[in-house]
């Protein structure tokens, strides 16, 4: 079987490591890997204002193009030893459709595979980035009622970010659908949710779009989960769903984080 992780970040990551994209490379040889997807946060609209306190959740613009030079040499060089694709994950953010719409269609014919993330969330006019920490997780807790609430808007917002019409560039692969479980040890969810998470699973089959099976929630102290969790897994299997593994490694050292948790399909029967 192809051992394959479709999901890494780089040293164009401005909240990740510095580690170099030969470090990534390298140690992803060793484990035996295949083929690898670089997956850098795509810069985020203009008109956006991030808002965590560094501005740092999407890479810069001016950085673009020497990250697609220095992926179109990479690829060259290791061409015997491992396949690298050049992706991005690309934030849906709601209100900054057109936007994200007309990034994708300027650049996506430079990406060989790409993927669709919600990290913000928006209610009354607030944009939150809801996995950047517990503390602003609490805080969306006092804005949003619940622990449940802030899911919901979670998976709400995945729902409409497979169905938005984001132009024949739209990543296929949508990202981590449950990492609104980041803090799930901490808070707490009382409710499945399970409406939503079959609308997303129905939405996913019926535009032929993926899911991004995320390792980077098993190694988070209050998540130790990974995205999704086995059940959703089950579902997405049965269904004829895509999955494809992703480390979501933001270091060399994170590479095949969460693996051991992966269920098969032949675990499945
Ligand atoms: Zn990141
Ligand atoms: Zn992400």
């Not at 997956?39 to 008109?47: F, N």
């Not at 086995?230 to 299997?237: P, S, T």
């Amino acid at each position: 079987m192809k051992l394959r992780d479709g999901h890494i970040h780089s040293p164009y990551c401005p909240h990740g490591s510095k580690d170099s994209f030969t470090r990534y490379i390298e140690r992803a040889i060793e484990l035996g890997y295949d083929e690898i997807s670089f997956m850098e946060h795509a810069p985020l609209p203009k008109s956006f204002t991030d808002p965590t306190p560094d501005k740092d959740s999407g890479m810069k613009m001016d950085h673009l193009e020497q990250y697609f030079y220095d992926l179109s040499d990479l690829k060259k060089a290791y061409k015997k030893d491992l396949a690298i694709q050049t992706g991005l994950e690309v934030d849906f953010i709601k209100g900054f459709e057109t936007e994200t719409a007309s990034f994708l269609t300027e650049y996506g014919k430079e990406l060989d595979d790409s993927i669709l993330s919600v990290h913000f969330l928006l209610k009354d006019g607030i944009y939150d980035c809801m996995d950047f920490s517990h503390q602003v997780f609490k805080r969306m807790i006092t804005r949003y009622g619940s622990s449940d609430s802030i899911h919901e808007a979670y998976y709400q917002t995945v729902l409409d970010s497979i169905m938005a019409d984001l132009g024949s560039f739209k990543p296929k692969r949508i990202g981590h659908i449950t990492l609104a479980r980041k803090f799930q040890l901490k808070y707490p969810f009382a409710k499945s949710h399970s409406h939503l998470i079959d609308a997303i699973l129905k939405a996913v089959q019926e535009t032929g779009s993926e899911l991004d099976y995320n390792g980077a929630g098993a190694v988070k102290p209050y998540c130790r989960e990974v995205y999704p969790s086995e059940d959703i897994v089950a579902k997405a299997v049965h269904m004829g769903i895509p999955l494809v593994y992703g480390s979501d490694a933001h270091q060399a050292d994170d590479l095949n984080q969460g693996r051991e948790q992966l269920i098969l399909p032949s675990d499945l029967s």
